[in-house]
């Protein structure tokens, strides 16, 4: 009963600000017990774990995109956030939201369907 789905611009030029957004249904962002991850997986390559928001707002990122990296949260309207600046064309991926028990993508429960991004001049 529990689903995620992504959504934003899928087409980003060299520079701009990657915005998804994570909407969930059957479960309150606010529930203690899970970390409500980004991942993403570029063309031909494994998933790649982003960072996460847990119920409190706390946020863990990635070593390799921290600094570029900002997840938020809306609890009222039950969704999370990414935003990911100054991308380039490294940053095209299929990108995922999930909620998982582990704090670094270790144990995943329900994944997004994902939604494709490219960036390109």
């Known amino acids: 009963q529990v689903q995620l789905q992504e959504s934003g611009p899928g087409l980003l030029k060299p520079s701009q600000t990657l915005s998804l957004t994570c909407t969930v249904r059957?479960?309150?962002?606010?529930?203690?017990?899970?970390?409500w991850s980004w991942m993403r997986q570029p063309p031909g390559k494994g998933i790649e774990w982003i960072g996460n928001?847990?119920?409190?707002?706390?946020?863990d990122y990635s070593p390799s995109l921290k600094s570029r990296t900002v997840i938020s949260k809306d609890a009222d309207n039950n969704r999370f956030t990414l935003q990911l600046s100054s991308v380039t064309p490294e940053d095209t991926a299929l990108y995922y939201c999930t909620r998982g028990t582990g704090r670094a993508g270790e144990m995943v429960n329900d994944w997004g369907q994902g939604t494709q991004v490219t960036v390109s001049s």
């Open positions: 928001i847990i119920y409190t707002g706390a946020t």
């Open positions: 059957g479960i309150s962002i606010t529930n203690k017990e899970y970390f």
